[in-house]
């Protein structure tokens, strides 16, 4: 079992940047970051392979946030630049068994608890 801990939510006005991290108990495969606004279901927002070398983004953040991940240390983060209001959501990471990167939700085996990111207008 592994257990995951966001850390790195905020508010932050238009424009600015934040970086979320994600801590797990042990090693993971591959990971990804989701988030959910009020209203609205979880959505996708990146994934990362379990070595780094492989990234995928959804449009609405691509060439605005960055995921990477430090194996060593058994962390992965979310770099957010250029943020705007529509980014306000909850944000989660997850992790699977798998090595390989996966965008739906319904693939991923471990969750951690979400931290709250507001981007003022």
């Known amino acids: 079992q592994v257990q995951l801990v966001e850390s790195g939510g905020g508010l932050v006005q238009a424009g600015g940047s934040l970086s979320l991290s994600c801590a797990a108990s042990g090693r993971t495969n591959a990971m990804g970051w989701f988030r959910q606004a009020p209203g609205k279901e979880r959505e996708f927002v990146g994934t990362?392979?379990?070595?780094?070398?492989?990234?995928y983004y959804a449009d609405s953040v691509k060439g605005r946030f960055t995921i990477s991940r430090d194996n060593a240390k058994n962390t992965m983060y979310l770099q957010m630049n250029s943020l705007k209001p529509e980014d306000t959501a909850v944000y989660y990471c997850?992790?699977?068994?798998?090595?390989?990167?996966?965008?739906?939700?319904?693939?991923?085996?471990?969750w951690g608890q979400g931290t709250q990111v507001t981007v003022s207008s």
């Open positions: 997850a992790a699977r068994h798998s090595n390989v990167a996966a965008t739906q939700a319904r693939e991923y085996d471990y």
């Open positions: 990362i392979s379990w070595g780094g070398a492989y990234t």
